[in-house]
């Protein structure tokens, strides 16, 4: 029996069943697309997650304080005073440092913002004018804090999106007053919105000058002094000098705070954060798989439940052709055909309508939320392959229930 006979056969099989086969298939089109869907919602995600990151700049490193220990218990990273404006500023000694383009320090803490009879509790974040072209801001109105505003402690504030529409609606706010901590600024610019994910937050805050978010907001030195800051953005020339930039970094630090131990300083850069949340929405892009895979699970079940029926009914043609010559390896051959081609036609047609789902999907919006696809051949050829091994593995047993079948027994069978 030759491969034509076989297909023969096996389209002859399924086309004498067509609603039988038709729901068959519809099982299996249903799993494979809600698979492909899913995992392009969760690949649409993870890409667009990546990509807000990645617009700032996959060239920054960022430099924050150690750990505090006290009565022999550590604090998390960050919660020591060991970073000061003078540490920041020896980076950009190019003798020292030459793959340091820029340096913008900052010091962070929350307030209770009010504006005529409006408030919200938010971060505020002091910064230097250099922190524009490092974290990549855009002004949507007015102006970002300048040299004179940081020089001066200037009362000055530039607000997040979020925090200009919760406090003005859709007025503009530059040049409006507003309090923090009870202490009157004069809003001077508005930062164009991040939009949603994981850059939201940034949207969420208001940045004033770094003098003065630290002799009016917190206000917190070191022994010698010196005013210190909570973290360190540091732009890199390019992005092939990272790993000379660290170096540098290391070697500026240890020299200034005299360690020769372990560090009170760790550095992290953009590029890991990306690499991290990959992992992470990895992860998550093969779970919302797998929980549509129960349902491409359901639809090999059927095909072995159709299987199993068809050989109830065809005992009689098996016992035929067991009495004509035909062997065992023959009849699993034939079923386990006819089940290997229901489940690649109908993962076939589940990759094409999980491709059209997945670009009726791109770009609704449910709720707050706005959907992002992104269809993969890489996505399609696992969902193809998985529906094709389903099938494969709930048609053994009905193709080798079959080829068991006595001739004799199967002749007499009503």
């Not at 210190?228 to 992005?239: L, Y």
């Not at 372990?262 to 998550?284: H, M, N, R």
């Not at 895979?293 to 068809?310: D, E, K, R, T, Y």
Request: aromatic share 6%; net charge positive.
């Amino acid at each position: 029996m030759n491969i034509l006979d076989i297909l023969r056969t096996t389209f002859g099989e399924l086309k004498g069943n067509k609603l039988r086969t038709g729901l068959t298939l519809l099982g299996i089109i249903i799993g494979v697309t809600a698979v492909i869907a899913l995992m392009s919602i969760g690949r649409g995600a993870q890409q667009l997650v990546t990509a807000n990151i990645a617009s700032l700049g996959t060239n920054l490193l960022f430099v924050r304080p150690g750990s505090t220990v006290e009565a022999g218990v550590r604090g998390g990273l960050g919660t020591a005073a060991t970073l000061t404006m003078e540490d920041a500023y020896s980076l950009l000694d190019p003798a020292r440092s030459p793959s340091i383009e820029a340096v913008a320090p900052e010091l962070q803490t929350t307030a209770q913002v009010v504006a005529g009879r409006l408030n919200t509790r938010t971060r505020i974040i002091g910064v230097t004018p250099e922190y524009q072209s490092v974290r990549n801001y855009t002004i949507a109105s007015g102006q970002f804090i300048s040299p004179a505003h940081v020089q001066n402690s200037s009362l000055v504030a530039v607000l997040g999106s979020n925090v200009a529409a919760t406090l003005f609606g859709l007025r503009d706010p530059t040049g409006q007053p507003i309090r923090i901590t009870g202490r009157p600024y004069t809003v001077i610019g508005v930062l164009q919105s991040k939009g949603g994910g994981a850059l939201g937050l940034q949207d969420d805050q208001v940045l004033v000058p770094l003098t003065t978010a630290f002799y009016r907001l917190t206000s917190q030195r070191t022994a010698g002094g010196l005013v210190t800051v909570q973290a360190i953005n540091v732009q890199v020339r390019d992005s092939k000098e990272m790993d000379s930039a660290v170096q540098e970094i290391a070697g500026v630090l240890r020299l200034r705070h005299r360690i020769t131990a372990d560090d009170d300083f760790t550095i992290a850069s953009q590029q890991e954060t990306i690499q991290t949340l990959e992992e992470t929405t990895g992860v998550f892009v093969w779970f919302l798989g797998a929980i549509a895979g129960i349902s491409l699970l359901v639809g090999g079940i059927g095909i072995m439940n159709i299987m199993l029926v068809s050989v109830t009914e065809r005992t009689r043609e098996i016992g035929i052709r067991k009495a004509v010559g035909a062997r065992r390896i023959h009849i699993l051959v034939q079923f386990l055909a006819e089940a290997t081609c229901l489940s690649v036609a109908g993962g076939g047609l589940g990759v094409f309508f999980g491709w059209l789902a997945s670009r009726f999907l791109q770009g609704m919006s449910l709720g707050t939320q706005t959907f992002h696809t992104a269809f993969n051949g890489d996505i399609a050829l696992i969902a193809l392959l998985v529906s094709i091994a389903i099938g494969l593995f709930f048609g053994v047993y009905p193709a080798a229930r079959a080829s068991r079948l006595h001739p004799i027994e199967a002749l007499r069978y009503e």
